[in-house]
């Protein structure tokens, strides 16, 4: 019972992560396309957009990774050891993205050289840090994590290393852009702007297909293919299934300008292709050479469960009160 | 370098810059919500240049904060995941509780820094003040699961595995009150003096006098009732530190032989191999009374310890007296502000050390980390696990340590960079406006 909520409560924030810290990410490597004269443009609506909300949409990694560590200490002492580099390349990105970004909006001297060297490390270290965190997410079911293994490459490089786990960083990089996009047309007035933020939702859409596209290819490489779990998973494939079909209704929205819905069905893709891949591994939070760490065999004792669970309950009275003020606040005031 | 030791090096380094910016971040908000108070009640325009001022400041330093603190919860098991398997069931629930916490910072701070023209004056006043709440409650928190590491509470160690936990006895173990009274009072010491020096100093240069002078007094005086507390909290955490771990006492004194009537020694470096004090001055009978309020009290010295169990001797004595030394001086500087500020005049040698005091406080924070961190080894968790048995089995962590000393000096470098910036900027604007 403790575990399901705690699952949960990983789940959902894994889930929010995406979606709205997804979506910061995404700015970052939008601003990496071409933006001609509409640039400078682009760069204050982002600023406007993310600068309230995303030390608050950052927050949801920090709790994934307490429950972690407080709950599940094994799972997140295994994590540590055998994706060592990975993390580190990761919270690299962390430091310079979100420093990057809050040095372009505040520094008092705005001129071109500076806010030029900042909006490069803010877009390339957003860039860099979704596809390693694309590269985490995909070491951790590939079956090769070994943290007793003796040599060094077998430790702590073959576990993420290969054409998988990088297509799956490209996939994720492609949808935070286009998460990026969908939420950004809402954001401006300007209607250049606005149909500039759609025709690159276009683009990144048909990455998101290409890039899962590869995805399934390298994954032919791997111990066990994904089109392979895919069909032992029957639930896993009508999810997909449906987050597929989804494409047809947004593009018709899309053409309609509805922007809430737009917003709410891209959500939602994105919503089941991460249901999709927590239906082929939960309750196994990692598929190690020796086998699953599940989440339930490696919880820590009741008496800690039952503490987590209590911050994480009466946390979210504080927190999702507060979460919803500031989105009132800043997001809902402008679409009428 | 070996492996141990450059995770020693890198988890030293993170924590003793993300200190500086987690001690902003708690306090800040205090002195922007008192300057803009002030602006709602009195209607002076200044508090509101001010309130502006401060927070495009604290929107880049809190960035800081919040990046260099994410580094942090990925480098307690980054670098020690053997402390972490036992550990974090033990006191994840400090941590899980500060989860809580910078979520609504960060939420509010958003509201704050943006929600200015978008709120009713008094809730966004609010945010502002739930900004300082939540950070200050934070750093409450981690202090505590720090505190864990010096006075392990709350479980039973049967066979290298910790048995009937109890989260709550371990969070609020025996060193948690001195901790956080100690760290809470240093962070609004540190920061105040900080702020208010460098108002001071532009004062000094003739720069928007008034709206400096102001500027000033808000964070003096938080800064200024805190120097003054702070040596009855410090002489607090050091007679519970007599009491609960002597070996760290010891080597903060550099008292070597246990023994009656032990001498407090002013300055000196102790001298390990001679297990004698030299240079120091010593005062008979001082630390018996310190540690204990009898001159003729026993204090045990580090004889009664395998030299395998004593922690660096000279680090932590130097470290523990620049942070006395400081804190006392502080105190002093303190008292006179107020003193000076009744008479309502500011002589201006006394702006000039109050110019000078500015980096004092964050010093001694550095310093003082140091007597609580290095006292504390060769253990982890005292007495129950070496910090050699908690470090991580991967290789070439020098490179690890290269790494974040590389970035963090360049982020620190910006920082440095940007707030001068800052300041020329606003000031010269204001300057020019004649305020
Ligand atoms: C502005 C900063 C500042 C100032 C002026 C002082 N301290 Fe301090 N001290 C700290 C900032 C600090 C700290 C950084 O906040 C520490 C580290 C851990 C902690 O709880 O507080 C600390 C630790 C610390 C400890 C170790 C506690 C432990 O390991 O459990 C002792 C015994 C003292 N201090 C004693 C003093 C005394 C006698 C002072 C005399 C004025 C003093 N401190 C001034
Ligand atoms: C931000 C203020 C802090 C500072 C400046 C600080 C400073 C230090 C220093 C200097 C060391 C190295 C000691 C040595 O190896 O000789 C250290 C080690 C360590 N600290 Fe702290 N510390 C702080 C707070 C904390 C907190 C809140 C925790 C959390 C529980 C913590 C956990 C650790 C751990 C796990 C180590 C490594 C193990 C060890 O060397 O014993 N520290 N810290
Ligand atoms: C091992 C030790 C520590 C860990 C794991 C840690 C973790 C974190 C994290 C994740 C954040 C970012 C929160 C956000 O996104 O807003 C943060 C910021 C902060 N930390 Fe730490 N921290 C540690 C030590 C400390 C200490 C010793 C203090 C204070 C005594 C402290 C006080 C703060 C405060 C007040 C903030 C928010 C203000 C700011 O961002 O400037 N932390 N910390």
């Given at each position: 019972m403790m575990i399901d909520i705690l699952v949960f409560f990983i789940g959902a924030s894994l889930l929010l992560y995406v979606l709205l810290g997804g979506s910061d990410y995404g700015a970052g490597i939008l601003e990496l396309l071409p933006a001609g004269k509409l640039r400078e443009q682009q760069k204050l609506v982002i600023n406007d957009a993310m600068g309230p909300v995303w030390e608050a949409n950052h927050m949801w990694l920090i709790l994934i990774v307490v429950i972690l560590f407080m709950g599940f200490p094994t799972i997140f002492t295994t994590l540590m050891i055998s994706l060592h580099i990975p993390m580190l390349a990761l919270l690299v990105g962390i430091v310079v993205r979100g420093t990057a970004f809050t040095f372009r909006h505040y520094d008092a001297v705005q001129e071109p050289k500076s806010q030029r060297v900042y909006t490069v490390l803010f877009s390339v270290s957003s860039l860099w840090t979704a596809v390693w965190l694309g590269i985490i997410v995909a070491s951790?079911?590939?079956?090769?994590?070994?943290?007793?293994?003796?040599d060094v490459w077998t430790a702590?490089?073959?576990?993420?290393?290969?054409?998988y786990p990088l297509a799956v960083g490209g996939f994720v990089a492609c949808i935070f852009g286009f998460l990026a996009c969908i939420y950004l047309?809402?954001?401006?007035?300007d209607t250049a702007l606005a149909k500039r933020f759609m025709r690159h939702a276009a683009v990144f859409n048909g990455l998101v297909i290409a890039a899962g596209g590869l995805v399934f290819a390298a994954s032919?490489?791997?111990?066990?293919?994904l089109p392979v779990t895919f069909f032992k998973n029957p639930l896993t494939l009508g999810v997909m299934g449906v987050a597929t079909l989804l494409f047809v209704a947004l593009w018709f929205f899309i053409k309609r300008h509805h922007v809430w819905l737009t917003r709410v069905i891209a959500a939602g893709q994105v919503s089941l292709i991460l249901l999709g891949w927590w239906l082929l591994y939960a309750p196994n939070a990692l598929i190690t050479a020796k086998g699953p760490l599940g989440f339930y065999a490696m919880a820590a004792p009741p008496a800690t469960l039952r503490q987590l669970v209590l911050a994480l309950v009466v946390g979210s009275f504080f927190i999702f009160p507060s979460l919803i003020f500031l989105l009132r606040v800043f997001k809902l005031k402008r679409s009428k | 370098m070996d492996d141990l030791i450059a995770a020693r090096a890198t988890m030293a380094f993170s924590l003793g810059f993300h200190i500086i910016f987690a001690a902003i971040g708690m306090t800040m908000p205090f002195f922007m919500s008192a300057a803009h108070w002030l602006y709602l009640k009195r209607g002076d325009e200044v508090y509101l240049e001010l309130t502006k001022m401060w927070v495009k400041g604290v929107a880049i330093l809190f960035a800081v904060g919040a990046v260099s603190g994410t580094v942090l919860s990925f480098e307690l098991g980054l670098l020690w995941p053997g402390f972490m398997q036992h550990a974090g069931p033990i006191i994840g629930m400090p941590f899980s509780w500060e989860g809580t916490a910078f979520f609504i910072e960060a939420v509010a701070i958003g509201l704050f820094l943006y929600g200015r023209k978008k709120m009713n004056p008094w809730v966004h006043w609010w945010t502002g003040v739930a900004v300082g709440i939540s950070g200050f409650v934070s750093g409450i928190f981690v202090v505590a699961a720090n505190s864990w590491m010096n006075?392990?509470?709350?479980?039973d160690w049967v066979n290298g595995v910790a048995q009937n936990i109890d989260p709550v006895a371990a969070m609020f173990n025996r060193a948690w009150l001195h901790e956080t009274i100690h760290m809470q009072l240093a962070a609004l010491q540190a920061v105040g003096f900080a702020v208010g020096g460098i108002h001071a100093l532009l004062y000094l240069r003739g720069r928007a006098p008034r709206l400096n002078l102001k500027a000033m007094k808000i964070a003096l005086t938080f800064g200024a009732a805190a120097a003054i507390l702070q040596p009855f909290a410090g002489h607090f955490a050091g007679q519970r530190v007599a009491e609960l771990q002597p070996a760290k006492l010891a080597a903060m004194e550099g008292h070597f032989e246990t023994g009656r009537r032990a001498p407090l020694y002013i300055g000196g470096i102790p001298d390990v191999e001679t297990r004698t004090m030299k240079w120091g001055i010593p005062l008979p009978g001082m630390l018996s009374f310190i540690a204990h309020?009898?001159?003729?009290a026993e204090v045990t010295g580090?004889?009664?310890?395998?030299?395998?169990?004593?922690?660096?001797v000279v680090i932590v004595h130097v470290a523990f007296q620049i942070m006395v030394a400081i804190g006392s001086v502080m105190a002093a500087v303190g008292g006179l502000f107020f003193w000076f500020w009744r008479k309502r005049d500011f002589p201006r040698w006394f702006l000039w050390v109050l110019a000078a005091s500015m980096p004092l406080g964050m010093i001694a924070i550095e310093a003082g980390w140091v007597v609580t961190e290095v006292g504390r080894q060769p253990w982890i968790v005292y007495g129950i696990m070496r910090t050699k048995e908690a470090?991580?089995?991967?290789?070439?962590m020098v490179y690890h340590f290269y790494l974040f000393v590389g970035l963090y000096l360049s982020l620190a470098a910006a920082t440095v960079w940007l707030m001068g910036r800052q300041i020329m900027m606003v000031q010269t604007r204001l300057s020019g406006g004649a305020k």
């Open positions: 951790l079911n590939r079956g090769i994590i070994d943290p007793r293994a003796k702590y490089f073959a576990p993420w290393w290969g054409l047309v809402d954001e401006t007035t032919l490489g791997e111990r066990e293919s | 006075t392990p509470a709350g479980f309020n009898d001159i003729n580090l004889d009664k310890f395998p030299r395998e169990d004593w922690p660096p470090v991580t089995p991967v290789p070439g």
